[in-house]
């Protein structure tokens, strides 16, 4: 498993930099060697948070960051993949990463207004500099990325994929074995809800995403609070808590897959690394399958203007 940094500067409450620190430190002491960063998330923040904290062990991790959108007054305002802004932006996330190289360089959203291969090519002239070693895209269509894969070999896509959302299952993720290409699913815990740590919308303070999410409001919460009894249960039996049993399922869909959790705190990161020592059975896996099927849970992952950026 990987490390998502994002809630460390952002969405998920106050921001904590000597517990986010630690828990990068954390991380590394146990082995994580993937840290998923954006110039998005802050802006700029989370990347100059990883560039002060993994500087002097960089020769251990691979760091994967995204970008991709435009910017005003400090918030995205759109998106921005043209070809002549691609090298200006990884050359900002290079100095706030403090590195001369990017391991993973994701276009963060297609850019409707952009052909993919106009902004791909572009991605593999900075490869062709090394200044980035692998491409990947995030949250695309099967037909993005079959045009992305044949301007250029990409590595992998990030998307939401668990337990809580397989949006990907009927065609992604067989296209994406079809090209060799791995996953790596962010919101693997479903915001929590899968960790069984979820509260209704409008116990989260105004600067936490889960205040707007639709999936934590009304009848919604209380419907997924019920789709997601089956993992309480299983974990029960496991001694395990449910987060850890959620990732295990997510673990058990393939070695191509490489889950993203994201955490600001020491105890989660412990607790979510847990999982890699969770073995669930056939029958158990096929329990899980079936109490929260592709659009059992109630309501939509994203408000209708963040939705209209997924290309599916």
Known sequence: MGLGCLGMSQSYGAADETESIATLHRALDLGVTLYDTAEAYGPFLNEELLGRSLEGRRHQVAIATKFGWRFVDGKAAGTDSRPENVKGVAEASLRRLRTDYIDL?????IDPAVPIEDTVGAMAELVREGKVRYLGLSEAGEANIRRAHATHPITALQSEYSL???NLESGIIPLLRELGIGLVPFAPLGRGFLAGSARRSEEY???DWRATDPRFAGSNFDANMSAAATVREIAAT???SP????LA???AKGDDIVPIPGTKRRIYLEENLGALDVALDLDEIERLDAALPPGAVAGPRYNARLMAYIDR
């Not at 360089?105 to 959203?109: A, K, L």
Request: net charge positive; no cysteine.
């Open 105 to 109: 360089y994701y276009q963060h959203r």
């Open 164 to 166: 809580w959302e397989r």
């Open 205 to 207: 303070p105004p600067d």
């Open 238 to 240: 496991h001694r395990a």
């Open 243 to 246: 987060a850890q049993v959620a």
């Open 249 to 251: 399922w997510l673990l």
